[in-house]
């Protein structure tokens, strides 16, 4: 019978299809999986960072007044985030490397993938919420509090922020489905 070379994801007899188990030429190794989820992690990360740092415009009303992310502490905390995120994204890419090279650490690594994954994602998702408020309040204003929007005026600048709040949103799914990924692995090393 052919092995992953783990003997964590060896079963006693037959794997289940679709358990992940790893034993034989039909199992999966979910660390693939992982490194790759967490090498995009980093990417949406830095392409985040970067779309909203080179979002700036100024317009003449009828005084030159820029727009900026910093103006906005939705945006610095964003922008603070995804730092964070992107950070996280290359250290747990490098460990997820290790892992795969060295597989008796893939037990030790899964439960703390689980922790961390968790509190990134809920940093990153509160982040991406709290700009996507701020720009939604840019794009549409708020007639009742007579908040006048931005977007027909500061186009580009808008742009670059929903892009970056889009891609923000596709950085926690990645985070989401990291953590369901880990949670299965652990799940499918429980003998049964």
Request: proline share 5%; with cysteine; hydrophobic share 45%.
């Amino acid at each position: 019978m052919a092995s992953s070379g783990d003997p964590e994801y060896k079963s006693s007899s037959t794997p289940v299809p679709g358990s992940g188990t790893g034993t034989g030429s039909g199992g999966v190794d979910y660390f693939k999986f992982d490194l790759i989820l967490r090498f995009l992690l980093f990417a949406a990360s830095l392409v985040a960072v970067v779309v909203m740092v080179t979002g700036n415009q100024t317009e003449y009303i009828p005084l030159p007044r820029p727009a900026k992310f910093r103006y906005s502490p939705a945006f610095v905390y964003f922008v603070a985030a995804f730092s964070v995120s992107g950070l996280y994204g290359i250290i747990t890419t490098l460990a997820s490397l290790s892992a795969i090279r060295k597989p008796n650490l893939k037990t030790k690594l899964l439960l703390q993938f689980i922790f961390w994954d968790a509190l990134i994602l809920g940093i990153t998702a509160s982040a991406a919420g709290t700009a996507g408020g701020v720009a939604y309040l840019g794009l549409k204003g708020n007639n009742h509090v007579d908040w006048h929007k931005i977007c027909n005026i500061y186009d580009k600048f808008c742009r670059h922020i929903g892009s970056s709040v889009a891609v923000g949103v596709f950085g926690s799914i990645v985070l989401v489905l990291l953590i369901w990924i880990s949670a299965h692995s652990i799940h499918s090393r429980v003998p049964k």
